[in-house]
């Protein structure tokens, strides 16, 4: 497209996330640098319609973007935007210190969702590939006991489980030493809910008073390689989206993951309605990969409204994702 066109559509898109409007050619034309008639701007309008970037809600009203034209803006057209030196040193002394990886990404998550006001998914590959290095059941109170299963790669997890009555010592010494025998070094991407099943045949007369004992190693097994959501309030309180489309969205996680695992590309833009998977109408995620080692190793999902200040955001995002490499890369190397 010639310089001008460009230009125009960068002005419809900017003055659309500004205002949630449909722009007029008049407001285009007063908005443009170079002086040009109120016709031709309308005649341009009017190509970049019919090539699929912009789109008129009603014959008498002006233009707004399409999926295509938020594309080719942030891709091509938006000014890169640079954080400023003193924010870079107070997102860094935001996310501070972690023991762990887990950690690590889960903070610069929650840092990002308040940053920006949207909702961030993340997703960690990391402990597909580590290995169970300890299982322990510690009793804490009265038929109260906490499953603690500690992986290779320092993350903890654990899972508070109520029982019926009291463990005897024998029971218990039992079943933490089976659980130690079949589990430790075990990876922790095999620990499916069939693999814990002929675990449960194994145990025999034990099985029903340890029932949510084992009930408790399936949810640390089912939460191993999920997605976890920092900001989901940010989407609720949104004026722009429906909220029962963001309960949905929030509730299928598995679709999330499948959204955030399918990304390739160092920036990948997705809108609602235009991935099966992705239910919130009128909203855009931006999907960012980070790496440990040079090896991808996760995913940050910004999830908006479809209108958010991308020149904004974006940097914000860009950084997080950096930050997150650099620092699980340099404690692998510690």
């Known amino acids: 497209m010639e310089e001008r066109k460009i230009e125009i559509l960068r002005l419809v898109i900017d003055e659309y996330i500004r205002t949630g409007e449909p722009v007029s050619s008049k407001a285009v034309t007063e908005l443009l640098k170079s002086k040009v008639s109120p016709a031709t701007v309308r005649n341009d309008m009017n190509v970049l319609e019919h090539l699929g970037y912009l789109e008129q809600p009603h014959t008498s009203s002006g233009r707004m973007p399409t999926f295509a034209g938020f594309r080719l803006y942030i891709e091509k057209i938006m000014p890169q935007l640079q954080l400023p030196k003193e924010e870079i040193e107070r997102l860094n002394e935001a996310i501070g210190n972690h023991p762990t990886e887990e950690s690590i990404i889960h903070n610069a998550a929650t840092a990002l969702a308040e940053v920006t006001k949207c909702a961030v998914a993340v997703t960690n590959l990391a402990p597909r590939f580590s290995l169970i290095s300890k299982v322990e059941i510690v009793p804490t109170g009265k ?160 999830v908006g409204p479809m209108r958010i200040d991308y020149q904004k955001v974006i940097p914000y995002l860009k950084f997080y994702t950096d930050k997150i490499t650099d620092l699980i890369t340099e404690q692998e190397d510690n």
């Open 143 to 302: 038929r109260l006991y906490v499953i603690l299963l500690i992986t290779s790669d320092g993350d903890i997890k654990n899972k508070a489980c109520r029982l019926e009555f009291d463990l005897t010592n024998e029971q218990l010494e039992s079943f933490e030493t089976y659980m130690r025998e079949n589990l430790e070094g075990f990876p922790l991407e095999n620990l499916t809910d069939e693999h814990i099943e002929k675990l449960v045949v194994s145990l025999g007369t034990y099985i029903t008073a340890l029932t949510p004992l084992v009930q408790g190693l399936k949810d640390i097994s089912n939460a191993k390689s999920g997605v976890h959501l920092k900001g989901e309030k940010n989407l609720l309180t949104s004026e722009e989206l429906d909220t029962h489309q963001v309960v949905k969205f929030i509730e299928e996680k598995d679709t999330i993951a499948k959204i955030l695992d399918e990304t390739f590309s160092d920036l990948r833009v997705i809108f609602g309605k235009e991935n099966d998977g992705f239910v919130i109408g009128n909203s855009s995620m931006l999907v960012s990969k980070y790496k440990k080692d040079g090896k991808v190793a996760g995913s940050l999902g910004l």
